[in-house]
């Protein structure tokens, strides 16, 4: 495989982007703060996820079936996630 093809050209820019937004993230974490900093860093984790989702996990590529699996497993993590804070945020 040649170093310049597109596939490699795609994945090392997935990469450089994904670099920017964490950059970006990290220096919003500096200047904002309160809601406007947590949706912003929510905005900048969902983006990352989709990079992820769809150039590393090849999602692009794959039948509906495996589309519909991915979704309902990133479905079950964020309901698992919401129910282990919901418990951690009201033992206080």
């Known amino acids: 495989m040649n170093a310049r093809s597109p596939a490699n050209l795609t994945l090392l ?5 994904l ?13 904002l703060t309160g809601t406007a900093g947590a949706v912003t860093a929510l905005g900048f984790a969902a983006a990352k996820a989709a990079l992820i989702f769809v150039f590393f996990m090849r999602l692009r590529y794959q ?14 993590f964020g309901l698992a ?4 804070l919901s418990d951690y945020l009201t033992r206080r």
């Open 13 to 17: 820019s997935v990469f450089l982007a």
């Open 81 to 84: 996630v919401v129910l282990a």
């Open 63 to 76: 039948s509906g079936l495996v589309r519909i699996f991915a979704v309902a497993g990133f479905f079950w």
């Open 19 to 31: 670099l920017a937004l964490l950059a970006l993230s990290a220096a919003s974490s500096f200047y």
